[in-house]
């Protein structure tokens, strides 16, 4: 496997760039990484890089997307934060890696026992161990958290039927957000040169089930 060139990734379609990390996800699973040269792709890209997708993931260290969908160096950005969430400067990363960068694919990837998640379902006592900026990360999720929760429902970590509601509709948001607040990303996938998808990791399988 070697690494992306400016030629490789022009011919790269939103769709086929789905098919590699699908293809590089079942290579994961089944423990059939594919043989590459590491340093040779550190030679082979240091004049610049041409990754075929953008990945938005979480800070969890079970949830490296290089890993999860067997790429090599070059092959993807990724953009890590706790809860896989959107903001302005995620924004803007993303549309540096697609409509600066040439890349063909946005994906957002979630994952089960989410730690951001049951943070943002456990916030009452979360905001009481006084850590201001994690309290601020966490009540990120509280609109969301409202949408899933059935009244009289436990809101708690300990609910994992609620937990897992959470996650899929946090990366349902994700999606929204980048469409409605990146008029570049909105544009770019209406005329057919990217694809906006979501994706879900299980933690105890290894397995993305896709949105």
Not at 29 to 37: F, I, M, P
Not at 89 to 115: R, Y
Request: with cysteine.
């Amino acid at each position: 496997m070697k690494a992306h060139t400016y030629e490789t990734q022009s011919t790269i379609t939103p769709e086929k760039a789905l098919d590699f990390l699908k293809e590089g996800n079942q290579r994961f699973v089944n423990n059939l990484k594919a043989n590459r040269d590491l340093l040779e792709q550190v030679n082979a890209t240091r004049e610049g890089q041409w990754p075929f997708a953008v990945v938005l993931s979480c800070i969890d260290s079970r949830t490296s997307a290089e890993l999860i969908f067997d790429q090599g160096l070059g092959d993807i950005f990724s953009i890590r934060i706790a809860g896989n969430f959107v903001n302005q400067d995620i924004l803007g990363s993303m549309e540096f890696g697609c409509n600066v960068a040439g890349s063909k694919l946005v994906v957002v990837l979630g994952h089960t026992k989410c730690g951001a998640l049951k943070g943002g379902l456990d916030a009452a006592q979360i905001e009481g161990m006084g850590m201001d900026n994690l309290n601020h990360l966490i009540n990120h999720f509280d609109p969301i958290i409202n949408e899933v929760i059935d009244q009289g429902e436990e809101r708690s970590s300990k609910n994992s039927v609620l937990l897992e509601k959470l996650n899929q509709q946090n990366i349902k948001h994700a999606i929204r957000d980048i469409r409605r607040q990146s008029s570049t990303l909105r544009k770019l996938e209406e005329e057919g040169k990217i694809k906006i998808v979501g994706a879900n990791y299980d933690v105890e399988t290894g397995s993305v089930s896709w949105l």
